[in-house]
């Protein structure tokens, strides 16, 4: 994802991912925004691969998608205790891991892990109603809903530019004050913030998840 995508975008379609009607599948390194690692041909090990050659063999080659998994900052990312590995582990391992990220006050993991309790425990992500919005050529506003009970209104910038974004222009039935319940991490919003619904900042590749929950009002 990081790798095709860019990492500057990566919270924001994580975001996109777990907040969709259907399915989320995530491929492993992608809690973490792992990138593939580059394996010269020397050292590609992928059948497909290897039955071509130093010019072509990179169109064919899964291996840099393949790279072990990174654990920590130890030895072989902590991925094994033998002495090597299949492949070659990332060079950035010992920053970008999961030890790391667990540690860290915010992190993409911690951005992920929430996303999935969202989405295990609540029914607007699971089942609730979907409507969209494309503002312009960055940003695009959707919400999730339970009609009367709660509602999840996801703001993706997957531009360069900020934005002050109006929810209720979008959704008229928007309370005045939603909570930020997920925020990207170049997102310059507290979790847990009341953010009034008719000027939502919004940062360049940043994603946001907004509650509103007409139970309590």
């Not at 709660?150 to 910038?157: E, Q």
Request: hydrophobic share 40%; glycine share 4%.
């Amino acid at each position: 994802l990081s790798t095709r995508l860019g990492v500057g975008r990566s919270d924001v379609l994580m975001i996109f991912l777990q907040t969709m009607p259907g399915i989320a599948v995530n491929y492993y390194g992608d809690e973490i925004r792992m990138v593939d690692t580059y394996i010269p041909w020397k050292d590609t090990l992928d059948p497909a691969a290897c039955q071509t050659n130093p010019e072509v063999f990179n169109d064919f080659s899964r291996d840099p998608v393949r790279t072990p998994m990174q654990w920590d900052d130890t030895k072989f990312a902590g991925f094994s205790t033998g002495n090597s590995t299949w492949l070659p582990v990332a060079v950035d391992y010992r920053i970008n891991n999961v030890k790391n990220q667990l540690a860290a006050p915010r992190s993409h993991l911690k951005m992920f892990m929430k996303l999935l309790q969202l989405r295990k425990y609540e029914a607007a992500l699971q089942d609730g109603t979907y409507d969209s919005a494309v503002l312009n050529d960055d940003v695009v506003i959707y919400r999730r809903m339970v009609k009367d009970v709660k509602a999840f209104y996801v703001l993706l910038n997957f531009g360069k530019s900020k934005y002050t974004i109006n929810v209720q222009s979008v959704f008229p039935e928007a309370p005045k004050m939603l909570t930020a319940v997920v925020t990207s991490l170049n997102s310059k919003i507290d979790e847990r913030r009341p953010v009034r619904s008719t000027e939502v900042p919004l940062e360049r590749e940043a994603g946001l998840v907004l509650e509103a929950n007409f139970e309590a009002v």
